[in-house]
Nanobody
Framework: QVQLVESGGGLVQAGASLRLSCAASGRTFSNYAMGWFRQAPGKEREFVTAISTSGGGTRIADSVKGRFTISRDNAKNTVYLQMNSLKREDTAVYYC?????????????????WGQGTQVTVSS
């Protein structure tokens, strides 16, 4: 059974940085794309970024481009989200997701396993 466990969220001031981690287990990690999504209160879940199986390819939302970076360590079965220059509008629950295949999709429907989420709150 696949499990994804996020960590690293918290309360920070605007302009600060955070790094989220997501540890995966249950199937061969390096065979699947990984993604990060987020959901703010009262809003739909939105795509943030995704990474290919090898880490050589990424996809990222315009709203976080230049500030957020996704990476993965296949030896540790872990994907990371480095978030710099955080803004109040980045406040959300952040979810790690594992893809159905190698494809770095921005669609939530292309991910079939999800973590429980970790709260990120950015204050001004």
């Amino acid at each position: 059974q696949v499990q994804l466990v996020e960590s690293g969220g918290g309360l920070v001031q605007a302009g600060a940085s955070l790094r989220l981690s997501c540890a995966a287990s249950g199937r061969t990690f390096s065979n699947y794309a990984m993604g990060w999504f987020r959901q703010a209160p009262g809003k739909e879940r939105e795509f943030v970024t995704a990474i290919s199986t090898s880490g050589g390819g990424t996809r990222i939302a315009d709203s976080v481009k230049g500030r957020f970076t996704i990476s993965r360590d296949n030896a540790k079965n872990t994907v990371y989200l480095q978030m710099n220059s955080l803004k109040r509008e980045d406040t959300a629950v952040y979810y790690c997701a594992q893809g159905r295949s190698y494809y770095t999709s921005s669609s939530a429907g292309d991910y079939n396993y999800w973590g429980q989420g970790t709260q990120v709150t950015v204050s001004s």
